[in-house]
């Protein structure tokens, strides 16, 4: 909310929204913060203009982040999901198709 807040139309204002997120607790800093350096990046890229560094001096100092067993499941899942079903696959058609 705090990066909307910040935003005037197709601009944003980083020290405005210092000033907002001032007022908020630690652990929503952090995601407000990173949630803009994902903003800014975005502008970047679509403009054609580097954003790498910038991007990575910003939120390099926000961590560490946990992540849940709940999140980590859904993580590994998306990322093996193909592999997954591959395997499944591999697995089970010989099993109804006797080939």
């Not at 807040?5 to 929503?28: H, K, M, W």
């Not at 350096?37 to 890229?45: C, G, T």
């Not at 560094?53 to 859904?74: E, I, N």
Request: net charge positive; hydrophobic share 55%.
């Amino acid at each position: 909310r705090a990066t909307w807040d910040a935003a005037d139309g197709e601009t944003r204002d980083a020290t405005r929204f210092e000033q907002i997120v001032a007022s908020l607790p630690e652990a929503e800093r952090r995601w407000q913060r990173l949630a803009l350096a994902w903003m800014f990046a975005s502008d970047a890229l679509r403009r054609g203009r580097p954003w790498r560094a910038d991007f990575v001096r910003t939120v390099r100092d926000l961590g560490p982040w946990h992540t849940t067993a709940r999140g980590w499941f859904v993580i590994v899942t998306q990322q093996f999901t193909f592999a997954i079903v591959l395997a499944f696959v591999w697995v089970l058609l010989p099993v109804f198709f006797r080939l």
